[in-house]
């Protein structure tokens, strides 16, 4: 079982060195075909794993070599599949598989061809790390590996300025929050002498209670950074610059819901202290009602379904919060699978429209791209959460842990995001496939994305329709490993209620999204009408004007501090000194250098005199040594 | 008393000697006062009870060194009179006493109030056997080295000097020596 | 009267004092070969009554290795200089400026 577990982690990085070898070579599709195979391999390993775990219930836990052995300290690469890991492994193997196969399509034409394929089978590597780890030393690893390769991939397109500023904030905000994590996880070695998941678990009940919450806070802090919770959560819809691929993988379905999976593998840690759990929750609700507000009026496709993105991990983060880790989990599988289907779409249209991103400048694209018509609406209903969809299954059960958990205010909260999230999914949606063709306006002819690329994505479209049916099977198996709690309403009439009237809820919002956004007299915004000027249009549209402060409070003061110190400290201090000792040894070679004559008279002269100058420092110090206690008494009598 | 008068006679030769050396314009005068110096220094030795060091010092001072440089000398055109264009005397004067007092005040100072234990202490077996037991002893590395030290001073003066030891002018003609000049004349002018 | 170490000493001194006279004014290359003797040799002197006055041969070992020392630094030191005088036809030291910065 052991050799399934190695090819499951090693194939992706295999492909990715592969793939690195025709790094600097033009375009070859087999630098695209073989990792995307041995993501295959590894996506079958997991499969095996997944089976292997759900039949006998048992874990497997490896240690392949020592790390580092110190003292006390002892880390090895160890790694473990267990019910948590292996669904993360599922989850990234099978979205990687399908995202690098679509993207053997979809980056065709690009001249990094080749390198983009090496980046993205070393993401799913540092991914795989990630989450396989039985420590926290190897989750940092993997954290800062998704991280790096993030950036890498953000920046892909490194000659345009936005997507290179893009991945440069993704990384500073990224490493913001990787010292809260890092502070985390020296807590946890402090406290406990251990990084191993289970034995510092297995500590934590006996230690104190501040302690605890420091950890907690500081691993989330960890966990906000990599998942864009608010207020670190700009970098997500900048992230978007990169290409659709990047998007559909790394920013909606596996790298940021680290985030939530650390949370979940710290849930021991998490269940001690209940009101860090209610502040991720809490936060989790806001940040869920704030990027959905958000993308309601956005006119980059992309950047909606990035804000749809941080929504839903606001959910997750909600059920996590509450205690509810199986459920958090069970959503962030669900959503991998119609986020990542729902951008990939994205990309077809991208595709088509001549990388164009403005659904207002599309319009009727049903009637060329009916393939991808079809799968975005899907994924796009499993999103609202209608039944019988995975966001059914998934999302309503994030509400009901919030009701029956006795936290309404969450609940309503996550409630009107529900309806939020149905309205934006489907604006989007008649926007773009629906009402007037407006492409034609801009003189595009758009096309279907090749027929492989529909295939590929044809797994994530099962899977976004039926994966809500695994729901109790997935529960019977992740609650060996988490807390066990069933959420059921108590009263049957109020369940009914509850979820029939979500389910009108949300309806009534995709209705009227429709209406609103098919009909004839739509046309791209020109920033004249009433709505446009509106309050709350500008504050939304402008992100609540938070990167805006950041740019003006932060980046700013921040420029001018170091461009204070830059003139005044390093220029006037810094570089006077070196320049001042250099300029001493010089003139002072230029003064001395007439003492080298080369008359050996002269020099013989010179050094009869360095020697008396080297006797009278030794008559010195001998008799400071002989007399010190003198010259003590004396200097003491001076008052120094 | 006996030792009084000598090392003060012996003193006051030495340094006069010396002096001779240091300052005469005549290579030879200085050459030969040298030498007396050097016999006087092995009178101290022999006061000193170090007989060994005084026979070496006359062997190798007075008898090796000495006839070096005498035949040095006759290589050199010892006759004319290198003119010694002095700078500063005061200079000169001042840093020598300057020293001079300085080394004094460190040698003397620790002597007088330190007492070292002998590592390697006099027995009554005679200086020359003493010296023989601590040298091929505790010394021999050191005695070795110095011999292989000495086997290859010789070697470099040899090929040092001895450059054209080959040629020999008896055996060559008239001709031959005068090329040879007209050839050492060229490279230094190349030179 | 009794003659001590620190005679001797202040003996030795003196002799170093006139050899660093001589280092320092002679110009003729030979003669700085003399001074340097000299040098030596003050330097023999204290190390032999050192040896004396505290009843250790260490000092006198000194001294003869001092002597080995001094006579190779005569045969190579001859040696350059006839070496030197073949090629310059001198043996100034004011002439030997190749070393001028």
Redesign the interface.
Known sequence: MELFLYTALFSPLVGSLFAALFGASPKTKIAGIVPSALLGVSFLSSLVLLVLVMGTGLTLHVEMMTWMATGDLYIPFGFVVDQVSVTMMIVVTLVSTVVHVYAIGYMDHDKGFNRFFSYLSAFVFSMMILVMSDNFAGLFIGWEGVGLCSWLLIGFWYHKESASWAANEAFIMNRIADLGMLIGIFLVYWNTGTLQYKEAFAVMPSLDNAILTWMGIFLFIGAMGKSAQFPLHTWLADAMEGPTPVSALIHAATMVTAGVYLVVRANPLYNLIPHVGLFIASLGAFVALFAASMALVNRDMKRVIAYSTLSQLGYMFAAAGLGAYWVALFHLMAHAFFKALLFLGAGNVMHAMHDELDPFKMGGLSKVMKGTFLMMTIASVALAGIFPLAGFFSKDLILEVAFVEHHYIIYSVLLFTAALTAFYSFRLVALIFHGEERYKLFGIHPHEAYKFMLVAMSPLLLLAIIAGAFKMSYFEMVSKLLPATEYHVHSAATYWIMTIGTQLLVILAIAYAYKKYTSRDIAVPDGTSKMENSFAYKLLINQYYIPYFYQEYIVKAYRELSEVFWTKIDQKVVDATVDGIANVFYQTGERTRVMQSGNLSTMLKWMVAGTVALLSLAVVFGLAARYSGEIRVFLSGLGV | ?F??VA?YLF?FL??TM??I??TTSQ?LY??SS?AA??IF?SA??FI???D??GA??IV??SG??MA??AF??M??D?TRD??????N?A???G??????I???????????GNN?E?????GNAGNVQ??GK??FTK?LV?FEV?AV??L???V??????G?KMDLSLTLMTEAEILMMKEEDKNK?VL? | MEIGLNHYLVLSTILFAIGLVGVMRRKNLLMLFFATEILLNSVNISFAAISHYYGDLTGQMFAFFVIAIAASEVAVGLGLLIVWHKKHNNIDLDNMSTMRG
């Open positions: 008393m030792e009084a090392f003193a030495t340094i010396f002096y050396a240091v290579a200085a050459l040298l110096g050097m220094i101290f030795f000193l009870g170090a060994f060091l070496v010092q190798v001072y090796a060194v070096l440089y040095g000398m290589f050199f010892t290198v003119k010694e264009k002095q700078g005397k200079i000169i004067l840093l020598s006493i300057l020293s001079a300085l080394l004094i005040v460190i040698v003397s100072a620790p002597i007088v070292i002998a590592l390697y202490p006099v003493e010296v601590v040298l010394y050191p110095a030290m000495l290859v001073a010789m470099a003066g040899i090929v040092l000097a450059k230094k030179s």
